[in-house]
């Protein structure tokens, strides 16, 4: 079989399982809900979140990022020119045996200079980025923890902004338009990457360690967010959202946050209640009933988020229910458990948590 054959046949056959994931990459839609003002559009096309950006603080690691591919890009085709070159233009010795030594020492010191003041603008040129993206050109407005959890996020809302309330909520960022909003970085378990490719650079969480990253928005928008440090089993089912929402609007949603649930009024959603407190309190959290876990995520105003179990599925009221009961076939390794219930447990339970936005 012919080189170009068996070339072919290796690109055919890695191609598509290629193939097959981009497929799947283009039909990933973003199906944010508009906030009221309606100005909360799509954040992303398949792919497009990592090659633009759409703040400050990930402008210029974007532009690092194509310097470094132009430059690595440029050194793996004259490399290739080269080998070519060599392998089918080289020169005819008169003697086969002939060992010619003179002429090669000059290209390694050219390319030994060329390579060494090439890798040193290169670092020159990170440590200028790292030091723009290092802090907020001005003071936050806004100051937020994130702490990674096997595997979701918990976001936790400090008091003193404008009269902010502490409260907790979960795979959601919301944030105003046009200012810096810090984020205070831990981890409950092991080792996590926070990343928001159009907002910023990506950065570690750690257990036993605070680090502090920002985000600014320039313009209202939903921006996904992916942990990118292999942390387990469902580490590629670990994402969320960033939602960057005019000053009124975020207003708005942070006085819903802080207000207390509705009240269950339905009899079937105050058997849901009971049945909740019995059976998901241990965990969960909601606030001003007697839930009041803190190993998983607070569900005060769960029906609100767009997306549940950590960006994997779109939050209905039949989904919410079919997660519940069927964990482990949704999210394999998660640590909560399959709930069993009966079909009048479960309709309970759901009409329960529909009260909670």
């Not at 054959?5 to 839609?29: M, N, S």
């Not at 944010?32 to 096309?45: D, M, N, Q, R, V």
Request: charged content about 15%; aromatic content about 8%; hydrophobic content about 45%.
């Amino acid at each position: 079989m012919s080189f170009t054959c068996r070339c072919a046949k290796w690109l055919v056959r890695c191609g598509a399982p290629l193939a097959i994931a981009f497929r799947e990459l283009d039909a990933y839609a973003d199906t944010a809900t508009p906030g009221e003002s309606g100005s909360l559009t799509s954040g992303h096309t398949p792919l497009a979140y990592f090659l633009r950006g759409e703040g400050p603080a990930a402008q210029p690691v974007l532009h690092l990022g194509w310097v470094l591919a132009g430059i690595c890009s440029f050194v793996c085709v004259l490399i290739a020119i080269m080998l070519l070159v060599a392998i089918f233009k080289r020169r005819r010795q008169e003697d086969a045996n002939a060992l010619n030594t003179k002429g090669g020492l000059s290209f390694v010191y050219v390319g030994t200079t060329i390579s060494t003041l090439a890798l040193l603008a290169i670092t020159v040129y990170m440590l200028v980025v790292l030091a723009q993206v290092a802090d907020p050109p001005r003071e936050p407005a806004l100051t937020v923890t994130v702490t990674a959890y096997d595997w979701w996020w918990k976001v936790d809302y400090e008091e003193g902004a404008k009269g902010t309330r502490r409260f907790a909520t979960a795979n959601e960022l919301h944030i105003p338009v046009g200012v810096p909003v810090l984020v205070l970085l831990k981890s409950a378990d092991v080792i996590h990457a926070f990343w928001v490719p159009e907002l910023s650079g990506k950065t570690q969480a750690i257990p036993g360690v605070t680090n502090r990253q920002w985000l600014e928005a320039d313009r209202p928008g939903v921006f996904r967010g992916q942990c990118t440090q292999y942390c387990g089993v469902q580490h590629a089912h670990m994402a969320f959202e960033v939602y960057a929402q005019p000053q009124a609007e975020f207003d708005r949603w942070l006085d819903a946050q802080q207000s207390p649930p509705l009240a269950a009024t339905t009899y079937s959603a105050k058997r849901g209640a009971k049945l909740f407190e019995d059976r998901c309190a241990g965990c969960h959290a909601i606030r001003g009933s007697n839930a009041a876990g803190v190993q998983a995520p607070d569900l005060t105003h769960v029906m609100s988020r767009r997306l549940i179990a950590a960006g994997t599925i779109v939050n209905t009221s039949k989904n919410l229910i079919d997660w519940v009961q069927h964990v482990q076939d949704i999210k394999p390794g998660a640590l909560m458990p399959d709930m069993k219930l009966s079909p009048a447990e479960a309709s309970d339970l759901s009409a329960y948590l529909a009260t909670l936005r």
